[in-house]
Structure formats: structure tokens, C-alpha cells
């Protein structure tokens, strides 16, 4: 069973910057694909960004120039680096793998706020 675990969120002003880290269980997270999605107070789940097992990554275009994702297979963590934050970052993020089975886990999300 893979279990998702967010940490990092938290409060910050406008032009600062957070890392979010997502902790996995289980022996499989160097072979998975690791997400984070973000959702927005009355608006739809969106994808940040995405990194595959051999690092290739991929971003919501308004976003690349900001955030940053990585993963480090030794501590089967993923992390989501956000710079420059702006009000409009400010969302719950929420960490996202599909197993090898098929099925999807999400993590319980960590909370970001950004005052302007």
C-alpha cells in the first residue's frame, strides 16, 4: 500500500517561497511518476507539475518559471519548490501518484497561502 504524505505548506507574503515536500511509502517510488496538483478556493483541481522515474519533468505553462520539481528516490520523497509567490498561488496542494495497477492515491494536501 503506497500512502502520501504532504508537509511544507504554511503562510507567506507575496514574493516569498515555500518547499513542499511529499513522503511515499512503500518500495515502489523510484519507478513511479510523481504530481502535484493545486486546488484554489472555488475552483477546479489543476496540475502543477509532474516528474517520471528517470526526471523528466513537466509544468503547467504558467507556472514552469516559478516552481520546481524533484524528487529524491534515497528518501522517497518528492518536492515542489515555488518561488516568487504571488495571492493567486493560493491553494491546497496535494501530491498524486498512479500505482503500477492502475489506481490513483492523492496525498490529504497542504495548505499555501500567499498575502499580498
Known amino acids: 500500500q503506497v500512502e502520501l504524505v504532504e508537509s511544507g505548506g504554511g503562510s507567506v507574503q507575496a514574493g516569498g517561497s515555500l518547499r513542499l515536500s511529499c513522503a511515499t511509502s512503500?518500495?515502489?517510488?523510484?519507478?513511479?511518476?510523481m504530481r502535484w496538483y493545486r486546488q484554489a478556493p472555488g475552483k477546479q483541481r489543476e496540475l502543477v507539475a509532474s516528474?517520471?522515474?528517470?526526471?523528466?519533468?513537466t509544468y503547467a505553462d504558467s507556472l514552469k518559471d516559478r516552481f520546481t520539481i524533484s524528487r529524491d528516490n534515497a528518501k522517497n520523497t518528492a518536492y515542489l519548490q515555488m518561488m516568487s509567490l504571488k495571492p493567486e498561488d493560493t491553494a491546497v496542494y496535494y501530491c498524486?501518484?498512479?500505482?503500477?495497477?492502475?489506481?490513483?492515491?492523492w496525498g490529504q494536501g497542504t495548505a499555501v497561502t500567499v498575502s499580498s
Open positions: 498524486n501518484t498512479r500505482l503500477p495497477s492502475g489506481l490513483q492515491r
Open positions: 512503500g518500495d515502489i517510488f523510484r519507478y513511479i511518476t
Open positions: 516528474i517520471t522515474p528517470g526526471d523528466v519533468t
